[in-house]
């Protein structure tokens, strides 16, 4: 059975640093482009991440700054998300998902048309003093 699950959330300082895994089970990781999504309360649904299938091409949400990096160890059938200098408005559940038709030079960061296919349950992130 397929399956996503999203680890390494919890509570951390700002300016403080996670390191969430997305470890993916039933399926080789190989072919599948993996996205990062987030929503905090009151909030829709944004796609901050993103790695295609190669893990040659890699994008981010302009709101992150520069203080994520996404990156895939297939090998362990896993894709990372390394956040840094964190800050209480990056407080969300963070979701993992599996595009199985990735292409070459590109991610998506949008679910459009239903574009992910599988999705983990999410990990909380929250940022606070």
């Known amino acids: 059975q397929l399956q996503l699950v999203e680890s390494g959330g919890g509570l951390v300082q700002p300016g403080g640093s996670l390191r969430l895994s997305c470890a993916v089970s039933g399926r080789t990781l190989d072919g599948a482009g993996i996205g990062w999504f987030r929503q905090a309360p009151g909030k829709e649904r944004e796609g901050i991440s993103c790695?295609?299938?190669?893990?040659?091409?890699?994008n981010y949400a302009d709101s992150l700054e520069g203080r994520f990096t996404i990156s895939r160890d297939n090998a362990k059938n896993t894709v990372y998300l390394h956040m840094n200098s964190l800050k209480p408005e990056d407080t969300a559940v963070y979701y993992c998902a599996a595009d199985w038709h990735s292409y070459p030079g590109i991610c998506f960061l949008e679910d459009s048309k239903g574009r992910y296919d599988d999705w983990g349950r999410g990990t909380q992130v929250t940022v606070s003093s």
């Open positions: 790695i295609n299938y190669r893990g040659d091409t890699t």
